[in-house]
């Protein structure tokens, strides 16, 4: 497995050098341990969903598939106006209990159906994110989809529960995973294997080295599952308080 740090100069070639895409964003969690949905959680006055769907508009895609739980209309009410361009599309998932690999599954359906369309069939990549990582930038995405390895994963510290304060210096491993640029067809090679809620993880950790590489980014360890999170990044002014 290769590496790159986000932290290097980009240039104006790279970041213009990325495969026709599509982004599938991952928003049908229902934030249990958080006790409250993240995606409507506010930053700039603006949902979560909504900067996230704004952010994945800034690489160009061929597509955007948002995938939100059923019968939530807070959350679609979130990104209705964006949900009217072209581009974005909303799929509803209906057991959102299930786990986030159901999620995908439903994401990578929408994918095909894009593809097979006259105006989409030039898809290579897909890029899936979360709706958390509130330090994501565009210069990270483009890096992942400039990678040239079937799948491009983004790399970052696992901070630990008890930290209270989130230290950077204070971790456990480096978790490999969202966001993450794939191959289409490698993508839908797995869609049969997406079970529970950790089907992609596994898939991943089976490839070879040399199918794969990590582009780091340490800001990307600052998500929100918790209240202690969610407090730490009011504290920061990340979130509106």
């Known amino acids: ?22 982004v599938i964003i991952l928003a049908s969690g229902l934030s ?37 739980p059923k019968n939530n209309t807070e ?7 964006l949900a009217a361009q072209p581009v974005v599309h909303i799929v509803n998932n209906p057991t959102p209990e299930t786990g986030m690999a159901h999620s995908l599954y439903l994401a990578i359906d929408a994918v ?3 593809v097979s369309s006259q105006d989409n069939s030039m898809i290579d990549r897909v890029l899936i994110m979360a709706t958390d990582q509130l ?5 990270h995405l483009h890096k992942l989809l400039a990678g040239k390895h079937e799948v491009v994963a983004s790399s970052y510290p696992h901070l630990q529960e008890a930290d209270k304060d989130f230290a950077l210096d204070k971790y ?21 294997a997406l ?12 490839l070879h080295t040399e199918q794969m590489s990590t582009v780091i980014n340490q800001q990307l360890s600052y998500d929100i599952d918790t209240p202690e999170q969610l407090a730490y990044a009011k504290q920061q002014q990340w979130l509106d308080s």
């Open 195 to 206: 079970t529970g809620d950790k089907g992609l993880r596994n898939l991943i950790r089976a």
């Open 112 to 114: 095909a159906q894009r």
């Open 135 to 139: 330090l994501l930038d565009t210069k």
């Open 32 to 68: 249990q341990r958080l006790g409250q949905s993240k995606q409507l959680l506010t930053q700039d006055g603006e949902p979560l969903i909504a900067q996230m769907v704004k952010l994945a508009l800034t690489t160009q895609p061929q597509a955007i598939i948002v995938v939100i």
């Open 1 to 22: 497995m290769t590496s790159d740090n986000v932290g290097n100069n980009t240039s104006n070639d790279t970041i213009n050098d990325v495969n026709n895409h599509a």
């Open 75 to 81: 959350i679609a009410q979130a990104i209705d106006e």
């Open 172 to 192: 456990k491993a480096n978790i490999v995973g969202l966001p993450i640029s794939i191959d289409y067809w490698r993508l839908k090679e797995w869609q049969g």
